[in-house]
């Protein structure tokens, strides 16, 4: 309650302003600021449990991507940024609208509300099942007090305060992190190059893959599938870039991307590194691994093997991982709604209401995904998500790319059809070729959309669009 009563201050401070501050952040948040809060935003509760666990199946060739969505930071900041900060957009949209028309606009911003809001809950529910077995309170009262308390310190000043709110939560989680991490080497009698001895030579810090083309984890999969995955999910993101958009300025916005792009490698290499550690706790302790990756660190810390200040840290870990990205996702999904869909930026009232409605389906879906109860159901889940980002790769691909107009009709069934196509397109690959995709079917997702569009389009100049005006 002590952690909330800081965030619901914070609300306070930053909570007015009206609709300005709650889509734009009154264009004055300082970069510095932005660009560490985005780290607790990007890192959601299920990242924070599950990237230690990652060294199980694949050693730390996550890195391999990491590196890759540094290039891709330098992409969104030198080639989107400027485009969003030209036309003063507020949802981003917006620029389809201005370039290729309404209905690109509104399908791009219902591929973002469906993917969002259906991957957010999902990852909501697996933090909340955490909390519920950690807090011993019912599910039901995890989900929506969780959900309550976010709507609470949110629905004043929306963006203006997750700027500061995600600093705070990063803040919290990076030290949570920390201390574990120190607690756990400290609990096998090891300092701090003790620690980096036993990463460097362990059997799971094997970070590039060059032998085998076939792995998901082959360097050029990764390292591309990183640039692509931050061009989609950050820069074709509603939710990531609204706060890029709260800077004052363009140049601030592009050191804020760089410099999270720069962080962003050396904190999952942290995580990483966790996970390494405590496969030898567990072998010290002589506890065997557990079958599911993700119950490497959850499993350890609920034992109570490395104290109850350990379990309080992770809990706090946790929550701020699950709250930075729930709220800037909620956040994010009433803009676009409000912008993209219902078209109206200055009815204050109206967008409380939009808050509120939003913050309802996240309960919803939470428990839809908990009456499941199935976990197979939610790697689905995050399956089909990953393949929505894809149409609006395409759109903006053929937004920028070109200079041609789709007809209106078709986009929505074009941006339809490509996931779908992609979808069966895997499933046949692995029974006939015993091959299956990686992240690269988001780019393929992307052409099929682009060529798609771009059947049935129009050249358009900039000098018939003026006489238009």
Known sequence: MIYFGVLYGISLLTGRGGNDAFFRGNRKSPWPLVSFGMIGASISGVTFVSVPGMILDSDMTYLQMCMGFFFGYLIVAFVLLPLYYKHNVTSIYGYLDTRIGSASRKTGAWFFIISKLMGSAAKLYLVCTILHEALHLPFAVTVVATLLLIWLYTHRG??????????????????????????????????????????????????FEFSDWSSRQHFVKQFLSGIFIVIVMTG???????????????????????????????????????????????????????EQSDSILPQIVTT??????????????????????????????????????????????????????????????????????????????????????????????????THRKPDAQIVPWVAIASPLICYTIDLASQHLWNYTFGYELLIFNGLLTYFGLHIKSRKVTYKTEAQKK
Request: with cysteine.
């Open 158 to 207: 929306g963006i203006r305060t997750i700027v500061w709110t995600d600093a705070l939560q990063t803040l919290c989680m990076l030290g949570a992190l920390m201390m574990i991490l120190i607690h756990v080497g400290s609990s096998m009698n090891l300092d701090l190059g003790g620690m980096t001895e036993l990463i460097q030579f362990d059997k799971h810090s094997r970070i």
């Open 236 to 290: 074709l993101d509603q939710d990531m870039m609204q706060k890029n958009l709260t800077c004052s300025t363009l140049r601030n916005g592009q050191k804020n991307l760089c410099s999270y792009g720069i962080l962003f490698l050396p904190v999952n290499l942290l995580f990483l590194a966790l996970g390494i550690i405590l496969t030898h706790f567990y072998s010290v302790q002589g506890l065997s691994l557990p």
């Open 304 to 401: 109570g093997l490395l104290g109850e200040g350990t379990l309080i840290l992770f809990t706090i870990g946790i929550i701020a991982a699950a709250f930075s990205s729930a709220d800037s996702a909620l956040t994010a999904l009433t803009t676009s709604y409000c912008i993209d869909i219902l078209e109206d930026s200055d009815n204050e009232k109206r967008r409380r209401k939009v808050h509120l409605c939003m913050m309802a389906l996240f309960v919803l879906f939470v428990m839809l995904f908990h009456l499941l109860n199935n976990r197979s159901v939610i790697d689905l889940i995050y399956t089909l998500v990953s393949y929505t980002y894809g149409p609006l790769l395409g759109l903006f691909a053929f937004a920028i790319c």
